[in-house]
Structures are given as C-alpha cells and as structure tokens.
C-alpha cells in the first residue's frame, strides 16, 4: 500500500467527521488486513512525485489506484475566488489534522455562514459549525478547530440546496442529526416543503430514504425555536449567482429556481427572476468532489475518474490495460458511503483474481520498489512507523478522553513515525 501522507485510512482519518467516531471503525479492517504476511505500508511516497506510475508498472504484476477525489467541483459563479469563499473540503481537511491544510485561517468572525449544497458533506460542515464545546471537546477533532468554532461569532449557518427536499442528495441519518444539536435550533420554512408537481410525483415512487428525508424535514418545520444558541436553516430551490464583496466575501446573491422535469425525467432547477443578496461573512462551496489525474494514468477529465469497466482501467481504445485496476471514488466518482465503496472495491478485486487465473496479469520479479525509493532519498513511513504515530496520537488522546488527539504537520508526524 503506498500512500502520500505518512498516515493511511484515507478519508476515514481525515474526511469523516470528528463527531462521527462510529463511521471510523471501519479502520480496525485496515488494521486486520495490516497484520496479514506480506502486506506493506509505504507512506509519504507520492506516485508521480518520488515514483513514477511506469516504474510501479514495471515492478508489480498488479497497480489498483484508490486515490479518491483529490479536489472539489466548482461553481463557476462569479467572485468564487473572494478571500472567505471556501471548498468545503478545505475545512473538513483542516478541522481533521490534515497537515497540508493547518495552515488555512478561516475567519469565522462574521454573524452568518453560508454551506452551498445539499449533500452530507454539507451537513458535516454545517453540524460542525455548529457544535458546542461538550460536544466537540470529546472527539478527534483539532484543538485550534474547537477553539474556532466555540469562539466564532457565527449566529446562522445558511445551508442552501439548489433543487428541492425530494431531491436533497443527503441521508437520514445525517439529516436527523440536525435537529439533535445541543447549542442549535433546525430551522426550515414549511413553505419551501410544498412541492412542485414533478417533485410530488417523484417523492410517490422515492426511496425509503428519500422519504425518510421528506419526513423529517416536515417534523423540522413544524418545531419552534428554543433560541438556545446558533441557528442552522435549511433553504431549498435556490442557487447562488454570485459571491459578493469588495475585498472578502459579504454577501451571495441567489436565484429562487422552479423544478422541472427534463427529457429523461431528471428534476432540475430553472432560474426564475427572482433574486436576493443575502449578507454573510464566509462561504462554503460544498457541491461534491472531483477526481485529479496521475500523471501517465489514463484519465477522464470531464467525469474525474480513471475510464474503466468495473475497476480495469482501459486505455485510448477501450482496452483494459493488463495489470492496472482503480476502486473507489476515482473508479465511480464521489459518491457513495463506506459500504459503496467497500463494494465497490470488491468489484475490483474480483476482477483482478479473474485476470490472474486466467494468466491475463503481467508477472513482474519480486522487490525492487526499496532500492528505488532509496535513491531518491525520501523518509520512507512503514506500517511501524504509522503505528508509532498511531500510539502517540492515542496517548495523548486518553489523557483527555478522547479517541486521540492527532499530529496535524508534517515534521511531527515525520518524527513520530521515527520513533518508532
Ligand atoms: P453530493 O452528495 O454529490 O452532494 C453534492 C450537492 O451539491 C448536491 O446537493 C448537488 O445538487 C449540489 N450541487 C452540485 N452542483 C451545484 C451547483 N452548481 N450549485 C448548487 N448546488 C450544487 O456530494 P458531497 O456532499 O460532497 O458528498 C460526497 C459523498 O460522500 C456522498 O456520497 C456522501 O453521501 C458521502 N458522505 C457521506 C457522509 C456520511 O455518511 N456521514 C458524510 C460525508 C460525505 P444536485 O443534486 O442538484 O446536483
């Protein structure tokens, strides 16, 4: 397993939200797969950087990319770019001790916060804005990140969906979790749950989740607000047209849209011509990831994935390369929970046992991947040496009751692994 940062676990460490510590164990399978012979971990070695993906070719019979979705979509509105106009991703890598985004200073000092996008990612965002000190101080969350979020000036966290509650991409789950926030009341306009025929007929034939959703939106709307703290307010069928602001951002101007059926029966938003500024202080951009390519690994742009039929990737003509497989995110594209992509990655491998049988696979000498990475002189990080991390991180952690408190730079994490 080669990874960029000198941790592993992916999304796990450091995309589920700190507050979700049942999603996360799921990394006791990583930790079992671990301690099975001849299984390696080689962190901070970033393919395309200090190895090349023709030199992995030429060592290994078999590559599977499970890179994920590196970057975020976006909107392509105009002041996009405003000092205070954030990816989503970009607060969700910082408050996780991501350590190429310690850096990041978000300025949460105005009384309005603006999540754009309907999905979980945006309620991760918004929850967590929202969270109050006894709810955050138990996690694994960054302890700059708790002092932020506590001490901002935040009194609404505006969450806006560009189509309606039928069409909402979050889960119920999720979505319940709004309405059980210690310091927040869940406001939602029983108005904007009146649906458009189109979205009443799609709703009749939903999915219990879909359903689920709609329900308890509709138990949202019916709550009176206890005026306990923070505010979060779930608005539909609008979409941002700009982000305004001289030097950062002050406001979003939006567009209430109809819903519409198209051609293949798809809901989408139509502009209508009514619009509203609606003052703010930061924005988050949160309308899905986008896959990054590896240099020399075929790659589709538009889509963000690897072209591939069910994990074999395929070169310019279609063909499945012999040998190089993808799973995951860069295989399907940002969707998806754990259980999808665990799925999904099992498509993958079944593929490859396939072609393995069926001597279909390149057979490459055994080793040579060390003299490589020796040369170019890199600090390699073993399994030992993320378990030495892992040790310190949860040490720290129970000091505090917490699951652990993590090393969030590269020099730390670097030095830990090297104690170990
Ligand atoms: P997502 O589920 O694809 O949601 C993206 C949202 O952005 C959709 O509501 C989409 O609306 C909206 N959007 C896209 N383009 C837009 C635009 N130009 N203007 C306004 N809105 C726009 O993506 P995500 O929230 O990033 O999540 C990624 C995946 O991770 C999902 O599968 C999610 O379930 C998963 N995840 C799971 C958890 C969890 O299980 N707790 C937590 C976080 C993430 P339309 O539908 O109209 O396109």
Excluded at 68 to 80: C, F, K, S, V, Y
Excluded at 82 to 91: D, E, I, Q, R, V
Excluded at 287 to 305: C, I, K, Q, R
Aim: proline share 6%; hydrophobic share 40%; with cysteine.
């Amino acid at each position: 397993m080669i990874e960029r940062l000198p941790t592993p676990w992916g999304l796990v460490r450091l995309g589920v939200a700190p507050d979700h510590p049942k999603l996360k164990e799921v990394s006791r399978v990583y930790e079992k797969i671990a301690q099975r012979p001849g299984f390696r971990f080689l962190g901070n070695v970033e393919v395309g950087k200090v190895i090349e993906h023709r030199e992995l070719m030429r060592l290994y019979d078999a590559i599977i990319y499970a890179n994920g979705a590196q970057t975020d979509r976006r909107l392509g509105i105009p002041g996009e770019e405003l000092p205070g106009s954030w990816a989503a991703t970009g607060l969700v890598a910082w408050y996780n001790g991501h350590p190429d985004f310690q850096g990041l200073t978000f300025d949460l000092s105005g009384e309005r916060a603006i999540v754009i996008g309907n999905g979980n990612v945006a309620l991760d965002v918004a929850r967590m804005l929202a969270l109050t000190r006894g709810e955050l101080a138990p996690t694994d969350i960054t302890d700059p990140a708790i002092e932020a979020i506590v001490g901002a000036s935040i009194r609404e966290i505006l969450v806006l969906g560009r189509r309606g509650p039928v069409q909402a991409a979050w889960t119920p789950t999720e979505l319940r979790e709004m309405g059980e926030l210690a310091g927040a009341d869940i406001v939602v306009d029983p108005a904007e749950l009146e649906l458009d025929p189109a979205s009443a007929a799609e709703l009749a034939d939903a999915s219990n989740i879909v359903q689920r959703n709609v329900e308890i939106l509709h138990e949202f709307a019916s709550r009176d607000s206890s005026g306990i703290g923070r505010t979060v307010h779930l608005r539909f069928c609008v979409s941002p047209v700009a982000i305004l602001g001289e030097e950062s951002v002050e406001a979003v101007e939006i567009v209430r849209n109809r819903l519409e059926a198209d051609a293949t029966g798809r809901i989408r938003a139509v502009s209508t011509d009514e619009r509203e500024v609606i003052r703010c202080g930061i924005v988050f951009r949160s309308v899905g990831y986008h896959g990054v390519a590896l240099p020399e690994v075929p790659f589709d742009a538009s889509a963000g994935t690897m072209p591939n039929e069910g994990g074999r990737v395929l070169d310019e003509g279609g063909r499945p390369i012999p040998g190089l497989y993808c799973a995951g995110w860069i295989k399907r594209g940002p969707t998806g929970v754990i259980g999808t992509n665990k799925k999904d990655a099992t498509e993958t491998v079944d593929l490859l046992l396939e072609d393995a049988r069926a001597g279909v696979l390149p057979e490459r000498p055994a080793g040579g991947i060390d003299g490589l990475i020796a040369e170019r002189g890199v600090d390699v990080i073993t399994y030992s040496g993320w378990e030495a991390i892992d040790v310190i991180e949860r040490a720290r952690g129970e000091k505090q009751s917490r699951p652990r408190v993590k090393l969030c730079t590269w020099d730390e994490l670097l030095a830990a692994a090297r104690s170990g």
